[in-house]
Structures are given as C-alpha cells and as structure tokens.
C-alpha cells in the first residue's frame, strides 16, 4: 500500500513537472504580467492624487489614505500567503488574487467618495499582495535549480518595471482622459493574467489537513507592520517623535514585534517558521533584499517631484526621463539572467552596490541646470545597479532553502523588501525636508539689504517684485541642496554595505 502510493506520489510529480515544463513560457508571461499590475499600483496612483483630493474635495493628510491604506494592507496580508497557498491550492488562491485585485480596481475607479475609495484599495491590496510571492515562487518552481537566476531576472522585470512606467502611465491617463483611468488599465491586464492562470499554471490539490490558521501570530505582525507603516507614512508631517500619535505607533510596533517573535519561538504551527532563518544564505539574503529595498525605491519617488518642481517638466516627460533607469534594470536583469552562473554572486552584487554608489555621488553633484543627458545617464546606471543586484541575490538566498518553505520564504523575503522600500522612503523624505528647511535658513541668512536694494533696480529685474524673486530662489537653491544631500546619504550607505557581502557563501558552495 506504501509502495502504491509512493508511485502514485512520483507519477504526480512527474505529470506535474512535465506540464510545467511545457508551458513554461506561458506561465512566465502569465505571472511576469500580474506581477506587473500589482507593482504598478504602488506609484500610478500617486500621480492621480491632487486630481482625486479636487474630485473628494479632502485635504491632504486624507488623501494620503488612499496610498497608505494599499501599503499598510499589502504588507499585513503577505505573511498569510504560505497558509492560503497550502489550504486552498497554488494555483487557486493566484487567480482569487488576480480576480480580486481586477474587480477592486474597477471598484476604485468607480468610487464616488473617499471612505468608498480608501475601501476599495484596501481590498485591492488585500487581495493583490499575494501575487508578488506567488509569481515569485510559481517562477522558481517552473525552472531547473541551475536557471534560477534567469528565472530571478524574468520574475523582477515585472516587479521592477511597475514602480518605473508607473509615474509615466498615471501621468497620460490621467492628462487625456481623467484619474479613475488609473485604475480601469487594470481590467484589461488583470483579465488576460487571470485567462493565463487558468489555462497554464497547474493544478494542485490542496491540502485540507493543513494545520489551523495561528491567529495570534498574525495579529501580532499586523499591529507590528500596521503601526510601522503608518508611522513612517505620517512620521514626517507630524513632526516624528514630538508627535503623540507617532509615539503611540512606534509602542505598539514594538510591542507587535515582540510578541510575535516570542510567539512564533514557542508556537507548534507559527505563521512564520522562524527557523528558515537557520539557513545561511536566506537569513543574509533577507538582511541583503532589506538594504535593496532601502536604496532603490526612494530615487524613484524623489526625482519626479525634482524634476517637476525645480525643473519645470510636465508629468509626461517626467515618465520618459526615468525610463533610463527602467532600461538599465531590464538588461541587467536579462545580461545576469542569461550569464549570471558564470559568476561569483558576491562579486555581481558587489559591482550592483558601487554603482549605486558612484550613481548617488554624481548626482550629489547636480545643480539646478542639470542636463537632461545627465539625468538619463546617472538613471541608467542606477538600473543596472539594481539589476545586478536583485538578480544574484533571489538566486542565492533560496538556493540552500527547502522546497516546501518556498511559498512562505519567498512572501516574507517580499516583505522585508516592502519595509525596507518603506524605511528608505521616510528617511529620504525626512532628510529632504529637514535638511532643506535647514539650507533655507543658512542662505537667508546671506539676503542683505543691500542685495535686495540691487535686485529691486528696474535693470536687474525689470521693476518685478524683487522680494517674491528672491523667496523664491532661495527656496529653490535650499530644495536643490536637500536633494544633494539625500544623494550623498544614499552614496554612503551603499558602500558601507559592501564589506557585508564578503558574509555570503562564495558561488560553488551554494546549492
């Protein structure tokens, strides 16, 4: 009888490699597109925002809702991926994300307020979240262990490509036709992804004895990942740590993380198997996919705004310049997918780091003439920095894993990379605005009068208002400045992320 069902056991296996085998390019293009759908929603709709504010006639710590709620949800639902994947099936709990992330799009575009908006996008990140680890481990499993990193390289042009045409897609929708259209380009992608997941990705039955869902832990993660991005969202306008609702966030995210650590060290079935971590290279990969997060993501949401504000470029042709950066990233992923085992990962993601690094320094030496040619460029190669980075590394952290932690590895390696992406941001915007308020006062300080009584002469400005004049530059000189040092900080922690990357297994020893 053992016998019996070990060959019905191995026939299955069998059928179900065979079938991922021959539709493997489906499946691909099936996972690369809703992995796509779902990273674009994190930066199209902060293009619609103003256009939404005037439509809901809110202010703007409530509209502000409408992305910190997509945020807050994702990440507070990722953990759950395992268990769901395990309880009901693989391949259904993919096309239930897909479905519910499509219907919820609609939903958004449709919405005539915003408690019905923030809704919405509640159920939209819900239901979205789990498709990043999903592709990710669908990909993993659809391709032998020795193309891995080209599997790694397909998986991340769709996650990465969302947060770069983002800006440029919400940007023309929303100038031709209006903001709901930011949502409504889901139905169409979300439909063909979900045909794709119906007619390629295999069937797998699920398993019923799965144990049962562990509620405290992930009441305990989603007050820890809850207060956390709430926090970091709402951390700069409210004045960090002199704010009492700041205060209150920053205990119940420690208090959250506590107890689930403790919870998950004791518990039998714990939401997160804590003892992944025991693996070498997925622990470093975590810590690695953090410091990734921290990096790449924040340049993505400064420049747009540099861009418009201190440069005067339409939201149309912001999108355009940053589509460098897109570039850069797609042929590295595609050269180091292809090529990547030739090489040691250490040394390809020491290569990625410096060129984040020199990538920052350049740009810390911007000015508020800076060439267009200069922009694309220092975006290029911040690309393939991120390229050669992310490649190697998914590669690496789950070579040494077991196959049956994928799923849940691969959702909380994604989520260390959200709150990474998250913590960048914040400490970015923060050091921005700080340090800009800080410039702005050192400069006003040189506005003598007898400056101001030159450039009030008809000759300098033609009898305009001299005062507005000078406010105004001073303000733009101390923005360009912040800028300057936000670059230089993210020059900085690049390399001192290097030396890290000697703690990594060389590439022979991986496997």
């Not at 949401?301 to 999108?319: K, M, N």
């Not at 894993?401 to 992406?421: F, K, M, P, Q, Y």
């Not at 700080?434 to 009584?453: D, K, Q, S, W």
Request: aromatic share 10%; hydrophobic share 50%; with cysteine.
């Amino acid at each position: 009888m053992a016998e019996n069902c070990s060959k019905i056991d191995h026939s299955v296996t069998e059928n179900q490699e065979h079938t991922i085998v021959r539709h493997r390019g489906a499946i691909t293009v099936t996972v690369m597109l809703a992995s796509t759908i779902y990273a674009l929603d994190w930066t199209i709709a902060s293009v619609a925002l103003p256009h939404m504010q005037g439509t809901f006639s809110a202010t703007q710590d409530q509209i502000s809702w409408v992305i910190t709620s997509y945020i807050v949800v994702s990440a507070i639902v990722l953990p759950t991926t395992s268990w769901l994947a395990a309880r009901f099936g693989r391949r259904n709990l993919f096309m239930f994300a897909v479905c519910g992330f499509t219907v919820f799009s609609v939903l958004c575009g449709a919405a005539q307020s915003l408690p019905a908006e923030i809704f919405f996008r509640i159920g939209q990140g819900a239901s979205g979240a789990f498709l990043i680890p999903l592709s990710q481990s669908i990909m993993l499993d659809s391709y032998p262990q020795n193309q891995h990193a080209k599997a790694m390289a397909l998986w991340g042009v769709g996650v990465m490509m969302g947060p770069v045409i983002g800006p440029t897609v919400g940007g023309y929708l929303t100038d031709l036709h209006n903001w709901r259209w930011v949502f409504y380009i889901n139905l169409p992608l979300g439909a063909l992804a979900l045909l794709g997941a119906v007619l390629f990705l295999p069937k797998a039955a699920a398993d019923r004895e799965t144990p049962g869902f562990d509620w405290p832990g992930f009441a305990y993660l989603s007050l820890a990942i809850g207060s956390l991005q709430v926090m970091l969202d709402r951390g700069e306008r409210l004045d960090w740590l002199e704010s009492g609702e700041i205060l209150v966030e920053a205990c119940l995210m420690a208090l959250g993380f506590y107890l689930f650590l403790v919870h998950s060290a004791m518990a039998r079935n714990p939401l997160v198997n804590l003892r992944m971590l025991g693996d070498r290279n997925y622990s470093l990969g975590m810590g690695f996919i953090f410091l990734y997060g921290l990096l790449t993501l924040a340049p993505m949401v400064l420049l747009p705004p540099f861009l418009q504000t201190l440069q005067g470029y339409p939201i149309t042709q912001v999108g355009l310049l940053l589509s460098p950066r897109g570039i850069g990233m797609m042929l590295a992923m595609i050269f180091f997918g292809r090529f990547g085992d030739r090489f040691d990962p250490r040394l390809t993601i020491s290569v990625g780091f410096s060129l984040l690094a020199v990538s920052n320094f350049v740009m810390a030496g911007w000015t508020l003439d800076v060439a267009v040619a200069d922009v694309a460029w220092t975006g290029f190669v911040q690309g393939i920095g991120a390229g050669a980075i992310v490649v190697p590394l998914g590669a690496v952290t789950f070579a040494t894993l077991d196959v049956r932690h994928r799923t849940e590895a691969s959702a909380i390696w994604n989520l260390i990379r959200s709150v990474g992406s998250a913590i960048g941001i914040a400490a970015a915007t923060t050091v921005l605005i700080r340090m800009t308020g800080v410039n702005r006062a050192v400069l006003a300080e040189h506005i003598t009068p007898f400056v101001a009584n030159r450039l009030q002469s008809p000759v300098a400005n033609g009898g305009q208002n001299s005062l507005a004049l000078i406010e105004n530059e001073v303000t733009r000189q101390a923005w360009m400045i912040g800028y300057i040092d936000v670059f230089y900080a993210a020059g900085i922690t690049s390399l001192l992320v290097l030396p890290l990357i000697l703690l990594l297994r060389r590439a022979e020893t991986v496997g």
